[in-house]
């Protein structure tokens, strides 16, 4: 067994508005951002579609409709994110106890201990993105490394529907070309 830990960050692909696409098939395709509507709302998630007019979470509702005239603004609805946040946590305990929870539509999974059980971290961070999709029918970006900053960049790097993986023996070939406030925690300041 390799010396190396084996961490999965799992990252929902603009979760709140992928359930409203979901759950509203006349959404799909649609520029949509759930949040506050009103002068003093704020985008809380933004699909993919809506992100092409530069439109992003934490954005003051007016910026984000000034952006894109055809925005579709939904209400949030907490208690159906929750319910999908469940099904999709389900997912990751049937491949480890080793899940830290960062918010409803992401985690890290240590899968060290279940390769022996499910094939490397690599083939479980793929089932676990097949079984996601058959239970709740949205995608995520999974990232695979040897810990928990690198795992989180990696799912970064390939959204939407992304796989990435950065072996120990990559990192150096990974990083060096990044910019360091790529880095998890790297403000403007920092960098």
């Known amino acids: 067994m390799s010396e190396h830990r ?11 508005a992928s359930v409203e696409q979901y759950d509203r098939p006349e959404l799909a395709g649609q520029p949509v951002v759930v949040g506050g509507a009103g002068g003093r709302g704020v985008v809380a998630a933004a699909s993919y579609e809506a992100r092409r007019f530069g439109v992003h979470s934490a954005m003051p509702m007016r910026e984000a409709l000034k952006r894109c ?3 579709v603004v939904v209400r949030p609805r907490m208690k159906r994110y929750s319910e999908v946040s469940r099904q999709v946590f389900e997912v990751f305990r049937e491949f480890t106890d080793q899940v830290e929870g960062l ?3 992401e985690a890290f999974l ?7 059980l499910f094939g490397s971290a690599e083939q479980m961070a793929r089932e676990i993105k097949a079984r996601i999709r058959a239970r709740t029918g ?6 695979v490394s040897h810990n928990k900053l690198l795992a989180k960049l990696a799912s970064e790097m390939q959204k939407p529907d992304g796989l990435m993986l950065i072996r120990p023996e990559d990192v150096t070939a990974t990083l060096d070309p990044m910019p360091v406030r790529r880095l998890f925690g790297i403000g403007p300041k920092t960098a």
């Not at 084996?6 to 709140?16: K, P, R, W």
């Not at 240590?110 to 022996?116: C, F, I, N, P």
């Not at 949205?138 to 990232?143: E, H, R, Y």
Request: charged letters at 15%.
């Open 103 to 105: 918010s409803l539509d």
């Open 110 to 116: 240590d899968v060290t201990g279940s390769q022996a």
């Open 6 to 16: 084996s961490i999965l960050h799992v990252d929902m692909d603009a979760f709140f």
């Open 69 to 71: 005239a055809h925005l």
């Open 138 to 143: 949205l995608t995520a970006s999974v990232g």
